[in-house]
């Protein structure tokens, strides 16, 4: 399984920005595939996961609707779309798959398989 994930970048507060994650390499119609966060200094923390086949999704607290994760089933895209971003924002966003997850491990990382690489959001106050 490879994950890619790109569309990182500097933007300003109360900005916008679309990440994506592109799976390869198996059918992850069964996965959960989830955005996670590390900012510098801090630990890995859950953004926000989608159940592939139902299209269930599931945020952290932090997002308030600021965040939408979504799915291209033809694509086999995971996407991101970050909106109202603060300054706070700022990390390392990773995306992830398990296809062997319940919904109650869905926001540790350590239940993730696949990983992809990081994508740097810089969100400048």
């Known amino acids: 399984v490879q994950l890619q994930a790109s569309g990182g970048g500097l933007v300003q507060a109360g900005g916008s920005l679309r990440l994506s994650c592109a799976a390869s390499g198996v059918n992850i119609r069964s996965y959960y595939m989830g955005w996670f966060r590390q900012a510098p200094g801090k630990e890995r923390e859950f953004v926000a996961a989608i159940k592939w086949s139902s299209g269930s999704t599931y945020y952290a607290d932090f997002v308030e609707g600021r965040f939408t994760i979504a799915k291209d089933n033809a694509k086999s895209t995971l996407y991101l779309q970050m909106s109202s971003l603060k300054a706070e924002d700022t990390a390392v966003y990773s995306c992830?798959?398990?296809?062997?997850?319940?919904?109650?491990?869905?926001?540790?990382?350590?239940?993730?398989?696949?990983w992809g690489q990081g994508t740097l959001v810089t969100v400048s106050s």
């Open positions: 992830a798959g398990s296809s062997h997850l319940i919904l109650s491990s869905i926001r540790d990382p350590r239940h993730y398989a696949y």
